[in-house]
């Protein structure tokens, strides 16, 4: 009797251990967030009709505001340019880079004009590292005024996406078109094949996820897990007033949330996690440039002048061009255990990078609260034992499959049949 109390207290112990879950680290609407970020004031890489400007200037001509109740950030809606210059926005980069974690976006408004290209995205680079080397994960992008966003990568070669499908992978509009037009965009690799230059692999998420129906039904709630450890980036949208209640409570188990609107394996056969590292958070409204300049007739056809003049000369155009954001929060995994315990939601290193699990790690966690064995199939078979560290109660183990998605499993989900 005694042994099997042993093996079964280090088995229990071993449960714990292995109990991760997404705790806030990083809390960044408030009247400091601007301080979290670097304005980036160079030449538009997308080669867009844009002037990006300093911070002082943003403030001066009134195109940022930050407090409590969210953070606003606009575009020049006021100048005509005659036939040259851009139009002055803001494209801003965070400060920390990241190497995983869970992203939560929450929007109330998002930028809608013809001639407009807004995306929220993550890319890394530095003098030694040139892009795409360390990738680009784009959360969040669309153009004009369409009415949805896309999810898209961007890589160096040997990034493929051909086993991933939508309706059982990812749940949304589908993937992009490639160049041959009848193609999909698998392929994320910026000089792939049967794709147009620097197109990556996108999948469109639901109609609502952007533009003018998004601002009218007063945003929603966009959430970005990349998981290293398990292999895959993936990417929810939820409208306003249908987030998951963990979600709203800062205690996220995105296990429980479905299939999600966006997903790409990182598994090693397609895709291996090292083509992401060391990525910064970017906010950015350009204008014209690769994307939307190329569609701008077929999207707005009733214009009958050319994207840059357009955008040059017609600044009433831009007013809904903004973005109202009323959170930002990062999140990374953390012993279940260690959630008992006070700690300050926020990085109190605001330059370094931040790996998973890197807060908290050393606090010490506190006794196991309770402890469930969990039966199955009217008790003929026993499922594992079930570690109760929080207040649901509730616990889900998982395991990736050969392809890098997941397979749940536990005594919510065992098949005994």
Known sequence: MERHLAVLALLLRGAVAQILRYAP???????????????????????????????????????????????FMGVDNATKLGSEGGRKAVRIESKNSYNGGMF?????????????????????DDAQHAWPRWGEYDILESIHVQDYATTTLHT??????????????????????????TNKAKNCWVKAPQEYDNQGCGQKLPEGSFGPSFNKNQGGTFVAEW???????????????????????SA????????????????????????????????????????????????????KTSCEDYVRNNP????????SIQKLDVYQKVDAATLAVPHR?????????????????????????????AFSCRGLKAAAPVVVVDDAGETTSESPSSNGRLRRMGSTTTNCA
């Open 156 to 181: 160096r070669a040997s990034c493929d996406q051909r086993e991933v499908n939508n309706g059982i992978d990812f749940v949304g509009q589908g993937w992009a078109a490639g160049s041959a037009g």
């Open 227 to 249: 998981d290293k450890v398990r292999k895959f980036m993936r990417t929810w949208f939820f409208p306003a007033g249908k987030e998951p209640i963990d979600l709203v409570a």
């Open 104 to 124: 939560v976006l929450t929007l109330d408004h998002v930028p809608t004009a013809c001639g407009a290209w807004p995306a929220f995205w993550m890319f890394g």
């Open 25 to 71: 680290v990083e809390r960044l609407v408030g009247p400091e967030f601007f301080q979290h970020w670097n304005f980036y004031t160079g030449p538009d890489p997308t080669h867009g009709t844009v002037e990006f400007v300093s911070e002082p200037e943003a403030w001066n001509r009134k195109l940022l505001s930050a407090s409590s109740l969210g953070v």
């Open 316 to 323: 009433s155009a831009f007013s809904d061009a903004f973005w």
């Open 252 to 303: 996220p188990q995105p296990d429980m949330w479905g299939t999600p609107n966006s997903f790409f394996t990182l598994n090693e056969r397609w895709c291996t996690a090292d083509h992401f590292k060391n990525m910064r958070i970017v906010f950015d409204t350009t204008f014209c440039g690769d994307y939307a300049g190329s569609t701008f007739k077929a999207m707005c056809p009733w214009l």
């Open 345 to 373: 939601a926020f990085n109190p290193n605001p330059t370094r990078s931040l790996e998973p699990s890197s807060m908290l790690r050393d606090r010490r966690a506190p006794p196991l609260l309770s402890l469930q064995f």
